[in-house]
């Protein structure tokens, strides 16, 4: 599985109400609208400006906070195509690939806003086109990746019946 676009760079420690502000709370049972506003308290720019197929970029401990699933579907529906962040909170990487949104762990600090990024999920490996550099990344276990392909593991279950391993 292969994804490319453009990097949208944001810091450590970024939460939950940053990827969904709570001031939003109230349209959690429509996740279109909510959508809109995925990562505005973090760049109020970044919902106008992020097209579909772009990768958010963070530094450690992206999507701390409340174990709410909303983030991370947010994300996906804005058509965001994966996270890449040296690290996560744990419950927001395992939401993530529940909801079907990729997440990457590799060492940010050669991404830049603007970047143009390939993804090769499978291998693990990242490269920065604008840059002209790879960057290796922790691949996904061959079950994480069929999950994301079938859209998340709701899909991935109604498929086949049950998580074969």
């Known amino acids: 599985m292969k994804l490319k676009g453009k990097a949208w760079k944001f810091g450590d420690d970024i939460s939950t109400d940053h990827i969904t502000p709570g001031r ?3 349209l959690r049972s429509n ?3 909510l959508a809109k506003h995925v990562m505005e308290d973090a760049d109020p720019e970044f919902p106008k400006k992020m097209e579909t197929g ?13 174990s709410r699933e909303h983030a991370p579907l947010a994300i996906k529906i804005a058509g965001v195509s ?16 529940n909801v079907g949104l990729p997440v990457l762990i590799a060492d940010t600090d050669r991404i830049d806003t603007g970047d143009e990024l ?3 999920l499978s291998a693990g490996l990242i490269k920065n086109i604008t840059k002209g550099v790879e960057i290796a990344s922790t ?10 392909n079938e859209g998340g593991l709701v899909e991935y279950v109604r498929e086949r019946g049950d998580l074969v391993l």
Do not use: C
Request: proline content about 6%; overall charge negative.
């Open 82 to 97: 994966a996270v890449i962040a040296k690290s996560f909170a744990r419950i927001f990487y395992r939401n993530a690939i």
């Open 118 to 120: 390939e993804v090769d």
């Open 54 to 66: 772009d990768f958010i970029v963070a530094g450690k401990n992206f999507g701390m906070g409340s």
């Open 24 to 26: 939003y709370y109230h």
């Open 139 to 148: 691949p996904l276990p061959e079950v994480m990746i069929s999950i994301l």
């Open 31 to 33: 996740m279109p609208e």
